[in-house]
């Protein structure tokens, strides 16, 4: 679960990659009540994927299909172990070439689910020794399993593991914080080393609403340090009140000493409207993303912060509008002169440098809903809506150590569906260049195009294939980078659906 960085190397030329060769393999079908969920890991070997089987409303049995580097399929196990009516499977993950399985079981006497753990043995896909507990929470329903997050750190020498109470399910801990009258935030930190040997761990308990709180990426530092960001609401329901934000962005991070902190982050009367966070190399947690000065959508420029490990201080706090001639690009001069921002750009990645810069990596998103008035017998009219799903241009935004922007730049795209299944993109770094992989419509007839952005900014796209050769639409977010120089590629139509192998 290796985080891959990007090294930005400043040439003075740009490293040339003449072609890119695709192979697919062969085709395979889905039966009734599966689906293909992610490409879970890779190695030597080849890949390994999580196919699930629907066994009622809220209980999916996972399965795990192995394809060697011709994707062929090598052996497809369904994890029966996990096959119970207490059992629910919640994660199949990879940390250092290993592999994983996380589920929960049920204590309906107790009102418990425990969290575990079970290694998987790549070779054939049988489970390793016993379970291994990591935490509990209380649960009224069974069907009801918790939250699971799982971060690694930068040098995969170390990962954690959060768990928590579902939403609205939650035990009210009013004895704890006896002027607090909210359901406080509960979970639980279980720190690992390289192995999965358990480290430390620690039942946490803040004082704040979490019917008011939108917990977001969660983090760890080579030094085993856990960093969680969190979107605080004053109230609830609105972004905004009386023109003013009505929420605002902390940090907490929990030490290895048993020690907390939380960290603050405004922009004075600025709008934060993305935010996202990633420890670097050098062990200092990198905080960026957008603001605004309209609203919680609205994109004007950049921020970025650095925070110290050694003080647990924030060191560096940096903004910066962006040019007239990147908002032009996107929106049209008119609209750039007339100070327009931009709006909904959702962040995909914060890439830190080898310099202690960083790259940002966003795409444009958003939902619209038709409505349409059917008109029957005797004039009874009906309603009827139509969900739409956009993605749209990614743009990147190459921050300097100083929080100065080397450059702005998009990729343009214009993704449109009913669903978001063949939408978005892939990403892959490839030495000092960022390639994407993108549907250039949804359509079986489609391109399916690959974009590189240089070290300078520069941007060239052309198609990679069509998915009519394929014959299967191309699923960008279920493809992923699976070496130096190369990316796997996932394509299904109906019940059909393929595997290809891009090399760089």
């Given at each position: 679960?290796?985080?891959?960085?990007?090294?930005?190397?400043?040439?003075?030329?740009?490293?040339?990659?003449?072609?890119?060769?695709?192979?697919?393999?062969?085709?395979?079908?889905?039966?009734?009540?599966?689906?293909?969920?992610?490409?879970?890991?890779?190695?030597?070997?080849?890949?390994?994927?999580?196919?699930?089987?629907?066994?009622?409303?809220?209980?999916?049995?996972?399965?795990?299909?192995?394809?060697?580097?011709?994707?062929?399929?090598?052996?497809?196990?369904?994890?029966?172990?996990?096959?119970?009516?207490?059992?629910?499977?919640?994660?199949?993950?990879?940390?250092?070439?290993?592999?994983?399985?996380?589920?929960?079981?049920?204590?309906?006497?107790?009102?418990?689910?425990?969290?575990?753990?079970?290694?998987?043995?790549?070779?054939?896909?049988?489970?390793?020794?016993?379970?291994?507990?990591?935490?509990?929470?209380?649960?009224?329903?069974?069907?009801?399993?918790?939250?699971?997050?799982?971060?690694?750190?930068?040098?995969?020498?170390?990962?954690?593991?959060?768990?928590?109470?579902?939403?609205?399910?939650?035990?009210?801990?009013?004895?704890?914080?006896?002027?607090?009258?909210?359901?406080?935030?509960?979970?639980?930190?279980?720190?690992?080393?390289?192995?999965?040997?358990?480290?430390?761990?620690?039942?946490?308990?803040?004082?704040?609403?979490?019917?008011l709180v939108e917990r977001g990426k969660l983090s760890i530092d080579n030094s085993g340090n856990v960093h969680i960001l969190a979107k605080l609401y004053a109230s609830r329901g609105r972004d905004k009140v009386r023109?003013?934000?009505?929420?605002?962005?902390?940090?907490?991070?929990?030490?290895?000493?048993?020690?907390?902190?939380?960290?603050?982050?405004?922009?004075?009367?600025?709008?934060?409207?993305?935010?996202?966070?990633?420890?670097?190399?050098?062990?200092?947690?990198?905080?960026?993303?957008?603001?605004?000065?309209?609203?919680?959508?609205?994109?004007?420029?950049?921020?970025?912060?650095?925070?110290?490990?050694?003080?647990?201080?924030?060191?560096?706090?940096?903004?910066?509008?962006?040019?007239?001639?990147?908002?032009?690009?996107?929106?049209?001069?008119?609209?750039?002169?007339?100070?327009?921002?931009?709006?909904?750009?959702?962040?995909?990645?914060?890439?830190?440098?080898?310099?202690?810069?960083?790259?940002?990596?966003?795409?444009?998103?958003?939902?619209?809903?038709?409505?349409?008035?059917?008109?029957?017998?005797?004039?009874?009219?009906?309603?009827?809506?139509?969900?739409?799903?956009?993605?749209?241009d990614i743009i990147l935004i190459n921050i300097n150590p100083d929080g100065s922007i080397a450059w702005s730049t998009s990729v343009p795209k214009r993704q449109v569906a009913q669903s978001p299944t063949y939408s978005?993109?892939?990403?892959?770094?490839?030495?000092?260049?960022?390639?994407?992989?993108?549907?250039?419509?949804?359509?079986?007839?489609?391109?399916?195009?690959?974009?590189?952005?240089?070290?300078?900014?520069?941007?060239?796209?052309?198609?990679?294939?069509?998915?009519?050769?394929?014959?299967?639409?191309?699923?960008?977010?279920?493809?992923?980078?699976?070496?130096?120089?190369?990316?796997?590629?996932?394509?299904?139509?109906?019940?059909?659906?393929?595997?290809?192998?891009?090399?760089?």
């Amino acid at each position: 679960m290796k985080t891959i960085q990007l090294f930005i190397i400043f040439l003075l030329g740009a490293f040339n990659i003449f072609g890119q060769e695709v192979k697919w393999g062969p085709e395979y079908r889905n039966g009734q009540g599966e689906s293909i969920e992610k490409l879970t890991a890779q190695d030597e070997n080849g890949i390994y994927v999580l196919r699930t089987v629907q066994r009622s409303k809220y209980r999916f049995l996972p399965v795990l299909d192995h394809y060697n580097r011709e994707m062929k399929l090598q052996y497809s196990r369904v994890l029966k172990e996990l096959d119970k009516s207490t059992v629910f499977y919640t994660d199949l993950f990879q940390y250092n070439d290993r592999l994983y399985v996380a589920f929960t079981k049920y204590y309906g006497d107790e009102q418990k689910h425990s969290l575990f753990y079970n290694e998987i043995n790549k070779a054939d896909g049988s489970l390793i020794d016993v379970p291994k507990k990591v935490a509990q929470i209380f649960s009224n329903r069974k069907h009801l399993q918790g939250e699971f997050q799982l971060a690694a750190s930068p040098d995969s020498s170390r990962a954690v593991i959060l768990f928590s109470e579902v939403e609205n399910e939650r035990t009210i801990f009013r004895s704890a914080y006896s002027n607090f009258n909210g359901s406080p935030i509960k979970f639980s930190l279980n720190v690992y080393d390289e192995k999965m040997g358990a480290l430390w761990e620690k039942e946490v308990l803040l004082p704040y609403d979490d019917d008011l709180v939108e917990r977001g990426k969660l983090s760890i530092d080579n030094s085993g340090n856990v960093h969680i960001l969190a979107k605080l609401y004053a109230s609830r329901g609105r972004d905004k009140v009386r023109g003013k934000a009505n929420y605002s962005y902390k940090i907490f991070s929990f030490y290895e000493d048993g020690s907390t902190k939380e960290y603050d982050f405004s922009l004075d009367d600025k709008f934060i409207s993305e935010i996202t966070l990633t420890p670097n190399k050098q062990n200092e947690l990198i905080c960026a993303g957008f603001y605004s000065e309209r609203d919680a959508s609205g994109v004007k420029g950049a921020f970025y912060f650095r925070i110290d490990e050694a003080t647990r201080e924030v060191s560096k706090k940096y903004f910066q509008e962006f040019e007239a001639e990147f908002l032009a690009q996107l929106i049209g001069e008119r609209r750039a002169k007339k100070g327009r921002e931009l709006y909904h750009y959702n962040m995909k990645e914060l890439i830190p440098r080898s310099d202690n810069g960083a790259v940002l990596v966003a795409e444009q998103y958003y939902i619209r809903v038709v409505t349409d008035r059917d008109f029957g017998p005797g004039g009874a009219v009906t309603f009827r809506e139509r969900i739409f799903y956009h993605h749209n241009d990614i743009i990147l935004i190459n921050i300097n150590p100083d929080g100065s922007i080397a450059w702005s730049t998009s990729v343009p795209k214009r993704q449109v569906a009913q669903s978001p299944t063949y939408s978005s993109f892939a990403q892959a770094v490839v030495r000092d260049k960022l390639y994407f992989v993108f549907n250039d419509r949804i359509s079986k007839r489609a391109a399916v195009r690959l974009a590189s952005v240089n070290s300078k900014g520069e941007v060239k796209i052309k198609d990679l294939f069509t998915n009519r050769d394929a014959d299967v639409v191309t699923r960008p977010i279920l493809s992923r980078q699976t070496g130096k120089k190369e990316m796997v590629i996932y394509g299904s139509l109906r019940k059909k659906y393929r595997f290809a192998r891009v090399r760089f």
